[in-house]
C-alpha cells in the first residue's frame, strides 16, 4: 500500500509567521504535490514536484513556496502566514496517473 | 466555466437505492478520469478509475464516460450508510501530472 504521511494533524499559527508542513512518501514516487482544500471550491493545487529539486507553480502559489531536497520529502512553507491562508492542506503523491493523499493538516492562523 | 463541475447536492438516498453522480469536464483532450471518496475529516481516497467511453464496474460502484458529451457519472448501487461521504471527479489536465478536481457532491445514505 502507498503510504503519504504528514508531519501534523491540526497546527494553529500566528500571523506572520513562517509555516512549515512536511510530506513523506514510501513508494518512491517521482511526482508529488500539495494542495488546499476550501469548502466549496474543492481541491486547488499549490505547487507540485516532478523530481527532487524540480518544482512547478500549481494554480494558486501566491504566498507559499515548496522544497523537494530529497524524493521521498516535499515541504510547503508559508513565507509569512496570513488569516486567508487557513485552510485543509493535502499532500499527494503519484504513481502512473493515480494520486494517493496523505492524512491532511489542519492549518489554522489567527 | 470551471474545468470540473459536479452536481451540487447534497444528495440523499434511502438505504439500498441508486445514488447517481454526475460530472462535466470542460478540457475535451482530457485522457484520465477518477472518482475519489472523502468521509469528513479523511482526505480524499481513490475508488475508481475510468479511460475509455462505456461503463466500468467495479462491485457496487460504476463510472460511466461519454468524452463526446464531455461527462463521466458515477452510480452507487444498493447505497449503505457507509457510502455517506463527498464524492470528488477529477480529470487529467492533457497529461501533464496535474488533476482538476471538482467542488465535490455530499451523499447520505438514510437507514
Known amino acids: 500500500d502507498v503510504k503519504v504521511t504528514q508531519s501534523s494533524r491540526y497546527l494553529v499559527k500566528r500571523t506572520g509567521e513562517k509555516v512549515f508542513l512536511e510530506c513523506v512518501q514510501d513508494?518512491?514516487?517521482?511526482?508529488m504535490f500539495w494542495y488546499r482544500q476550501d469548502p466549496g471550491l474543492g481541491l486547488r493545487l499549490i505547487y507540485f514536484?516532478?523530481?527532487?529539486?524540480?518544482?512547478e507553480k500549481g494554480d494558486i502559489p501566491e504566498g507559499y513556496s515548496v522544497s523537494r531536497e530529497k524524493k521521498e520529502r516535499f515541504s510547503l512553507i508559508l513565507e509569512s502566514a496570513s488569516t486567508n491562508q487557513t485552510s485543509m492542506y493535502l499532500c499527494?503523491?503519484?504513481?502512473?496517473?493515480?494520486?494517493?493523499f496523505g492524512p491532511g493538516t489542519r492549518l489554522t492562523v489567527t | 466555466q470551471k474545468e470540473v463541475e459536479q452536481n451540487s447536492g447534497p444528495l440523499s438516498v434511502p438505504e439500498g437505492a441508486i445514488a447517481s453522480l454526475n460530472c462535466t469536464y470542460s478540457?475535451?483532450?482530457?485522457?484520465?478520469f477518477f472518482w475519489y471518496r472523502q468521509y469528513s475529516g479523511k482526505s480524499p481516497e481513490l475508488i475508481m478509475s475510468?479511460?475509455?467511453?462505456g461503463d466500468k464496474e467495479d462491485g457496487r460502484f460504476t463510472a460511466q464516460l461519454n468524452k463526446a458529451s464531455q461527462y463521466v457519472s458515477l452510480l452507487i448501487r444498493d447505497s449503505q450508510p457507509s457510502d455517506s461521504a463527498t464524492y470528488l471527479c477529477?480529470?487529467?489536465?492533457?497529461?501533464?501530472?496535474?488533476?482538476?478536481f471538482g467542488a465535490g457532491t455530499t451523499v447520505t445514505v438514510r437507514a
Open positions: 499527494a503523491s503519484k504513481t502512473g496517473d493515480k494520486q494517493y
Open positions: 513508494m518512491d514516487h517521482e511526482n
Open positions: 514536484s516532478y523530481d527532487v529539486k524540480m518544482k
Open positions: 478540457d475535451r483532450v482530457s485522457q484520465s
Open positions: 475510468i479511460y475509455s467511453n
Open positions: 477529477a480529470v487529467d489536465r492533457s497529461n501533464d501530472y496535474k488533476l482538476s
